[in-house]
C-alpha cells in the first residue's frame, strides 16, 4: 500500500475510535486510550498493514463496548426513595453535588437510609452505566442483607440490577449497575484490576 494511503487511513481511523471513547464503558475506554498510546510511539517502526490491522481490532472492540453501554442506559431500573426514611428529603440535594463533584462526602444518623439509598441516588445521577457503582461494607452479613434490601426496593431478584460480592460468593451479573462488596473483596480486585476500572462509583461505607 502507497505510505501516504496507510497514514491516511491510519489518521482516519484513528480519528473514528476516540471519537467513539466519550460512549464506550469506562474499562474499555481506558484500554484503547493505552494502546493508542503506545501504536503511536511504535508505528513508525512497524509495519504499516499491521497497524491499520491493530487500528482495525480496537475499532471493532469499541464498538461493541459503545453498544453495551447504551444497552446499558436503555436498562436502568425505575425506583423511589422511601419517604420514611430522612435521607429521602435530600436525595435531590445530594444527586446534584454528586453530578456537580467527583467526591462526596455524606454524614448522617445511623438508621437515615444512607447505606441503602445512596447507591439508587448515584444511578439517578447517571452513574453506573460506564461502569458499576460498588458500595463497600466491612462485614459480608451487611453486605449480603443492603444487597436484599436493594433489590427488593427495585422490586428485582437478587443479582440482576443489583447484586454482591464476597468471599467464595458472588451474585452479581453483567446486568448488575450496583454491587455491594466487602472492603476486602474490593482491594483483592485491585490486584487484578489497579485502577478499579470496572467501575464508574465508589461508595465507601463507613469509612
Sequence with gaps: MDKHKTDASTRALISRVRSQLPYAMLSDRSFVRRRLGRLQKTGRSGSGDDLLAELAALEVRLARSVKERALRAQRVPRFTFPRELPISDRA????????????????????????????????????????????????????????????????????????????????????????????????????????????????????
Design 92 to 207: 435531590g440535594e445530594i444527586i446534584r453535588a454528586i453530578k456537580d463533584h467527583p467526591v462526596v462526602i455524606i454524614s448522617g444518623e445511623t438508621g437515615s437510609g444512607k447505606s441503602t439509598q445512596l447507591p439508587k441516588m448515584c444511578l439517578k445521577a447517571g452513574r453506573g452505566i460506564s461502569g458499576r457503582i460498588a458500595c463497600t461494607q466491612p462485614r459480608r452479613i451487611a453486605a449480603i442483607t443492603i444487597a436484599h434490601r436493594i433489590a427488593t426496593e427495585l422490586k428485582e431478584n437478587l443479582g440482576l440490577s443489583v447484586g454482591y460480592k464476597i468471599r467464595f460468593r458472588d451474585r452479581t451479573s453483567p446486568e448488575t449497575f450496583i454491587k455491594i462488596l466487602t472492603d476486602g473483596m474490593l482491594l483483592a480486585e485491585a490486584q487484578s484490576d489497579p485502577f478499579l476500572e470496572a467501575y464508574d462509583t465508589l461508595i465507601i461505607d463507613e469509612a
